[in-house]
């Protein structure tokens, strides 16, 4: 890797820029997840900023049980997102619906609809492990470098991924 490649890894390592999304949540992990933001927690420290569209962020962020009504928008956000990207699931939701789990309203969890590189579980998680989850995306995406490929989700069909968890 060129020595312009290796900046670039770095930046992206110190400086993930965030999108969050919510997927039907009961909005606990969203409140969690602005408070990691808050100057309490201060995710800012890692250089993480939260942006308003999905085309200049790093590092997707997932809350919710994904209802089927929110899973053409996911699929949408995820594919609009440049590579190489990264996707955080927020709470327990993402990963297994959760308390949702016998809801008919339900197409979860988040990883039958697109690849998830990270899942901090909780519910709600606390800040502390959100934060450490996206820095844990953060060195991912650095590890995936400016050209090597990512999978790309067709917007019909999943992909699987490598899972990383955070520990309690
Ligand atoms: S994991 Fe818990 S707090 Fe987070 S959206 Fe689901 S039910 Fe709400």
Redesign the pocket.
Known sequence: MNLWKRLMCACRRRSPWLFHMNSG?????DIELVASLSPRYDAEQLGVRLEGSPRHADILCI???VTKNSVGAIRTVYAQACSPKAVVAI???PATT??FIDSRTLAGPLDKHIPVDVFVP???PRPDAIIQGIAQAAAILAERGMDTPQAEISIAAPQAAVHHEVQP
């Open positions: 949540s009961c909005n606990g992990c809350t919710g049980p709470g327990s939701c959760n308390v909780g519910c709600p």
